[in-house]
């Protein structure tokens, strides 16, 4: 099993910033992608970036590239992925997700975190 737990979010104003972090922890191993997903009201969860583990090779949502980051750290049985959100705006307001993929040959389900809400007021 994989744990998972979030941190960061909360209310900003448009054009500022916050960091949200997501440890996971557990059978890391099995972990292949660890990414960042939102839902806001009324729409369906949307990926916003992800991130290779192993490599680091990254993806961004159109909507937020050139103003978020992804990045991961390592730490004995641990893994940390940081989203480093700029240039907020209204429309990034949201439940953010941590999700965290086991490779495909493992056969298990995607993790998720419980959420974290960002609010960015205009």
């Known amino acids: 099993q994989v744990q998972l737990v979030e941190s960061g979010g909360g209310l900003v104003q448009a054009g500022g910033s916050l960091r949200l972090s997501c440890a996971a922890s557990g059978r890391i191993f099995r972990l292949n992608v660890m990414a960042w997903y939102r839902q806001a009201p009324g729409k369906q969860r949307e990926l916003v970036a992800s991130?290779?583990?192993?490599?680091?090779?990254?993806?961004?949502a159109d909507s937020v590239k050139g103003r978020f980051t992804i990045s991961r750290e390592r730490e004995n049985a641990k893994v940390t992925v940081n989203l480093q959100m700029n240039s907020l705006k209204p429309e990034d307001t949201a439940v953010y997700y941590c999700n965290a993929q086991p490779f495909v040959t493992i056969g298990e389900n995607d993790y998720w975190g419980q959420g974290t809400q960002v609010t960015v007021s205009s």
């Open positions: 991130i290779i583990i192993s490599g680091s090779s990254t993806n961004y």
